[in-house]
Nanobody, 119 residues
Framework: VQLVESGGGLVQTGGSLRLSCAAS????????MSWYRQAPGKERELVAG????????NYADSVKGRFTISRDNAKNTVYLQMNSLKPEDTAVYYC?????????????WGQGTQVTVSS
């Protein structure tokens, strides 16, 4: 199983980045996908999530209206479009896959990609 994030980098305040997470080794379309982030000295927090078929999304209040999560099940990839970036968005961003079935939960994590927003 692999979740490989890409697209992170350094951007100025107000800029945009698009993160991608390519999945392999499991049936991607069965899994809800999420993006989490962790800033230095802080706990990992949920940024955005999308259901397995892509019909429903949810966002942290801090990113609503600025970030958009989407997925392409044909390409086994989930995306996070980040606009109007702020310095407080600086963090390592992690891709997460989850499936809950018959009371059993399966989770996979990517290795993370650094996003740095300069002021």
């Amino acid at each position: 199983v692999q979740l490989v994030e890409s697209g992170g980098g350094l951007v100025q305040t107000g800029g945009s980045l698009r993160l991608s997470c390519a999945a392999s080794g499991f049936t991607f379309s069965w899994y809800a996908m999420s993006w989490y982030r962790q800033a230095p000295g802080k706990e990992r927090e949920l940024v955005a999530g999308i259901t397995s078929a892509g019909g429903s999304t949810n966002y942290a209040d801090s990113v609503k209206g600025r970030f958009t999560i989407s997925r392409d099940n044909a390409k086994n990839t989930v995306y996070l479009q980040m606009n109007s970036l702020k310095p407080e968005d600086t963090a390592v961003y992690y891709c997460h896959a989850q499936r809950i079935r018959f009371g059993s939960r399966t989770d996979y994590w990517g290795q993370g990609t650094q996003v740095t927003v300069s002021s």
